[in-house]
Every structure is written in C-alpha cells, then in structure tokens.
C-alpha cells in the first residue's frame, strides 16, 4: 500500500512538472524589432540663437523594439524606441547655418485589443527622454542651445494586418503626446558660461501644453517577405516651447525606409510544435 500511495504521488508531481514545462513553452513572445533610416525637411526657429526660422534637410536612425508583455501577452504590449537625428538648416538669405543633433528614447506600455479583418489597436503610457543640441555658426557670445526634457505621454497604435493580393503586409499608425514633464530652458540672453558658474535658478520648467508641446506621427507599410519585412512609410514631428521669454519651434518630415521582423529565441533542443502559442506584438 506504501509503495501504492509513493508511486501515485511521483506519478502526480511528474504530471504537474510536465504541465508546467508545457506551459512554458507552449507560449511563445517573439521580438518584433525595427531599424529604420529616414530623411526629408526640417523648420527650426530658436529665439535664443536668433528670431530668424532657418529650414533645411534632417537625416535619422531609428530602432524600435515590441514584445508582447510576460505577464498578460494577450493584452499587454512592451515597446522600446531609440531615435538619432541630425539637421543642417539655413537662414532665409541661406547666408548661415544652423546644426543640430538630438537622441530620443520612448518606453511605452500598451493595452490592445484585436479586432476582426486583421484590425488592432493599442493605447498605454509612454516615458520619453530627449536630449540634443543647436549650434549657430554665426554667432559670437550665444553659439549653442541646449535641449533636454523628460515627459510623461499618451500614446496608441492603429494598425491593420492581411493581404493585398498575395503580398502581406501590415498598415499602422501610431501618434505621441506629451501630458506632463519638465524640460530645460534659460534665459533669454544668459550665457551658458554663466550657468556653469552657478546660476542654476531657472533653468528647470513644467512642461505642460502651455508650455511644452510635441507630437510624433508614424505611418508605417510592413511588406512581409517571410520572416523579414521592408518597411516603407512617413515621420514627422513638431515641437514647440516657450519658457523665460524664450520660443522654439521645431518642424520635421521624413520619409521612412527599413527593416523589420520578428525573432523567436528557442532553447537548446527545443523545437515549434503544432500546440505552440504564439503571441506577436506588431498586430
């Protein structure tokens, strides 16, 4: 009888492991990840550098990285983005140059919902971080502006999965707002000589909509050739402070040319079976 009671009770914790190991491999989040180059115009009006709007050409890179969410991949969507730009714009007598560069990173979390005909949507809570420079050739004591702000934003995603003809493809959409944050600006006039001697007060701000706002647009076109995609689509992006009677407004519109996919990491002898689950985060 002993033995009996010992053989069902290891009969019952092999089952139970089993479950569990199925469990956890029967569930699969691939990485949907992105690299993007993009290129187009640039408006940029800086009151600290000078009260003249300087247009020109910018050039970026972009990674994008989504993941359905360990903890309810049905419903959550993790998603990383890091961003590099660069612009060069002119004065409207195209006799200065203005330089800029700037690095964005977005964290986002996002609820989704799958609709029928391949639609889907997500909307969630988004940290950004950005941080960047102008320089202003022409001028003496003022050459350089410095940005920086932290954000809090909303942010969703539109998108449609299916087929135009034999070719699939995946149409998204997908905007950014900032809600609340701080950024940094000085006064108008002060020197940065002067703010590395000390005169630190002011230079923090709230940004709120009166203050501070931005919006991102991505349109994005995934042409799907097997498990790697050309991604085709459009960026743009407008910005606009106002602290310390200081104004910018920054105007951007790229056209957008990548790669993108989804990757699956499987342990050593480890193989897709026909009850695998799995759970993209791109639609």
Known sequence: MRKLFLLILTTAFTAIGAYSQSGDTMTLRPVNAAYTLRAGSAHIADTYLTPLKYSGWTVGFGYQRQQAAKFSPERWVMQLGVSL?????????HSANMWSAAIQIDYAMLWRAKW????SFGVGPQASLIGGIRYLERNGNNPASARAAFTFNATGYAAWHGNIG?????????????????????????????????NHSGLAHCAWWGSYFRMDNAVTLDLHFGATALRIGYQGGFESTKANDVVTRTCLHSAVIGV??????????NALSKETKIITAGY
């Open 260 to 269: 993108s996919g989804d990757w699956i990491s499987l342990p050593s002898g």
């Open 116 to 119: 029928k005909y391949g639609l």
């Open 85 to 93: 730009d660069a612009q060069r714009t002119l004065n409207p007598a």
């Open 166 to 198: 034999r070719q699939a493809v995946t149409l998204r959409y997908q905007p950014s707002i900032p809600v609340i944050g701080a950024f940094f600006g000085p006064d108008y006039g002060e020197l940065y000589y002067e703010i590395y001697l000390g």
